[in-house]
């Protein structure tokens, strides 16, 4: 797929949104081609799953209650159209994209955000983008608008994807909805695709989907679960002893690579659910995208 030039030389600043005292669910934008934004209200809530949740792994506990501060995070993943943009800006590059070969994961040279390896528009989730690439990304937004934008952190994203919920999904335990919620593994990928563990629906779409096309959560958030997992600020530990209970990210542990949420249009059920955690090396995939986080005060 061939992008048209941008001629951009930086995020051009909108006027400045009032947000000293947050209204939560209040939706606002930095700069024309910055994310969307939702004012995520402060709370608690408990963090993991429970040992009965299906599809549940050790790395989910213990649980434990944690306190989020508001913020602000991504309404949308981080878009095509958006990174085309930083990357018009800055002239940024990526190097490669794992994608399977049919026997494994490779990373092939030929492949990029701008071509996948699967047809993709400006409003689909930008993908094959690493942990890296994220950050620089959060970087450039920083420069450009003033505001310190950033990766959500694990507790954050996890707080944000459950929206007040304590079910294995925002939308319910029963796997057979997801199709109305996210893109996932379904009957429509493995028509396409591989023989996969898959949700018992059809969601329309075989890869990645334009950002809001499946109902969002209770704090207005879409395709938090699906679509493309998303990288955080977080370095990888096996389970929650230790970690902090105040929202941050935690920064010890093993931070070669980079910590993922909400799986992907490739997740079965069991990965397609608040809790479930993941690691990857911090190298562009197919399956994986961001999304943006940034204080309120």
Known sequence: MKWAPLVLSACAALPAVALAQPDPGAVFQDCPHCPEMMVIPAGQFVMGSAASEPGRRDNEGPQRLVTVSDFALGRYEVTVGQFAAFVAATGHETNGCRSWSGEDWVLRTSLSWRDPGFAQLEDHPVTCVGWEDAQDYVRWLTRSTGHAYRLPSEAEWEYAARA??????????DALTDCEFA????????EALLDLRIAQCHDGHVHTSPVGSFLPNKFG?????????EWLQDCWNEGYQGAPTDGSAWQVGDCAGGMLRGGSWLSGPDHVRSADRGWHSGEPSILIGFRVARAVH
């Open 164 to 173: 007040g919920t304590v079910s294995a999904r925002y939308w319910g335990d």
């Open 183 to 190: 893109n996932t593994a379904d009957l429509t990928a493995r």
């Open 221 to 229: 958030l879409h395709d938090i679960l699906g679509n493309v997992s």
